[in-house]
Nanobody, 115 residues
Framework: QVQLVESGGGLVQAGGSLRLSCAAARMIFTIKTMGWYRQAPGKQRALVATITRDGSTNYADSVNGRFTISRDIAKNTVWLQMNSLKSDGTAVYYC?????????WGQGTQVTVSS
């Protein structure tokens, strides 16, 4: 099992920005995709953004144009730049790494957006 270590969550006012980071504790080979999901109170975990090994990105409609995902495959690190945060952005954000044979999850980092 590979540990994913997330950081960057916190409290921010609506309209503000946060940058989340996620790094693998040890090298993961053959990464297929890296991504971020979030789980708001009382809701299911949902996709926020993913990025493939070759750099192709996919965003949830609700964050498209405001969030940017980026990665460094060699460092097994993925970031999520979140701008113009809204109150519906309050959630626990989870890092996700998928290889051809495994799926890894981070422990989650809390993001709270105050209105």
């Amino acid at each position: 099992q590979v540990q994913l270590v997330e950081s960057g969550g916190g409290l921010v006012q609506a309209g503000g920005s946060l940058r989340l980071s996620c790094a693998a504790a040890r090298m993961i080979f053959t990464i297929k995709t890296m991504g971020w999901y979030r789980q708001a109170p009382g809701k299911q975990r949902a996709l926020v953004a993913t990025i493939t090994r070759d750099g192709s990105t996919n965003y949830a409609d609700s964050v498209n144009g405001r969030f940017t995902i980026s990665r460094d495959i060699a460092k097994n690190t993925v970031w999520l730049q979140m701008n113009s945060l809204k109150s519906d952005g309050t959630a626990v954000y989870y890092c996700n790494v998928e290889t051809w044979s495994h799926v890894y999850w981070g422990q989650g980092t809390q993001v709270t957006v105050s209105s």
